[in-house]
């Protein structure tokens, strides 16, 4: 359910001091069915759409990415919540790709895949540091945030995904 | 239980192992007795193996066999600090080696598993070694892949050794000697026992 006009369900948008309080205790949360349908597939489109380079540092990620901006109502929204503002970019993993946990930082991960399996890998993973680790089940029009106190990582993504292609917009 | 065929060729090897490229490596076949390494093999039936699950790597693996209850897997370890096993590995590698240390756990690789490349470097770590005891295929992945570098990084591809039984592996440990565990792919599972020797 949105507001008249908004892209964000509205259930969200009216809860940002539970949304803040669920970051500071558990370090990640996931809001499921999170951006308005049609704001979500005109999002979806304009990912598929982008110019995808490929990206590899053996040692941190193998992905292709590309650029994308966000409108105004969704960055207000996050800086809300993590009182910060991200830089965004698309990342496409596909059989092979990877990343691997990086600094502690804040981050923001739009889901817009669909019909994934989490078996196939290319999930969200977090590690507190010691290691206890909570990974992100993939779910299509979902956000995630992590508060910076953990660090984040994407799984390997397995041959059983076969030519699936896993999109995300990561915010960092 | 080193092959003799090995051992009375350790001087020989050791141009060759410092000559490998893209750092210090060599690949050497029928490396113990045959039948002694399918005892071995057996003995890991019994042993428990534990699911490691991370970023970085996805297998199972046993706890550093020192604490092994069978005592096939408790003799082998203690033979690869013998007297025989450390010589025959400081006279290929050139690195005088602790006499008294090493880790060493038997790997399980399945259908999906892999090891990101990473190099290895921790403690005084110095000679890391493999032993194959299944046979895989080009196709079944599970290649031990070494990677040469540029600057402080990882760059291409260079070496890549396919698992066969009794395939003997061993490489040195550097600031360098970055190296990956390609996925398996498909059914044939990939068994190893892999080991560490440390500075003296």
Known sequence: MTSKNS?????????????????????????QEFFDKEFYYTLLSQARKSKLKQDVDIFEYRYKSGKISLP??????????????????????EHKDYSL???????????????????????????DGSGNVTKIPSKQNSLTISNGKIFG???????????????????R | MIDNKHLKNA??????????????????????DSKYLSSIRNSLGSENFTHKDSDLFEFYQTDDLASSKIPQLSEFRKYLLSDEAINFMEELSGVKLDRKKISIHATLYTDTHYLLCHDDQLDDRRLA??????????KNGGKLVL??????????????ITPKFNRFAIFKIGEKSFHEVTEVLGNKPRLAIGWWYYDK
């Open chain 2, 147 to 160: 990677y040469d570098s540029k600057g402080k990084k990882p760059a291409n591809v260079k070496v890549s």
């Open chain 1, 72 to 93: 105004k109502e969704f960055e207000d929204f996050i800086k809300k919540i993590t009182g910060k503002k991200f830089k965004y970019q698309i990342i496409e993993l």
């Open chain 1, 153 to 171: 990582a994407i799984k390997y993504v397995n041959n059983h995904s076969g030519k699936n292609k896993k999109l995300y917009i990561i915010g």
């Open chain 2, 129 to 138: 070694i493999m032993i194959y005891l299944s046979d895989l295929d080009e």
């Open chain 1, 101 to 127: 946990i990086h600094d502690k930082k804040a981050e923001i991960a739009i889901d817009l895949t669909e019909n994934w399996l989490n078996g196939w890998g290319g999930y969200l993973m977090y590690n």
């Open chain 1, 7 to 31: 892209i964000i369900n509205q259930h969200y948008s009216t809860q940002i001091s539970a949304i803040k309080k669920a970051l500071s205790s558990e370090n990640v949360v996931q809001l």
């Open chain 2, 11 to 32: 001087s020989k090897y050791k141009s060759l192992f410092s000559k490998n490229k893209p750092y210090p490596n060599l690949v050497l076949d029928g490396f113990f």
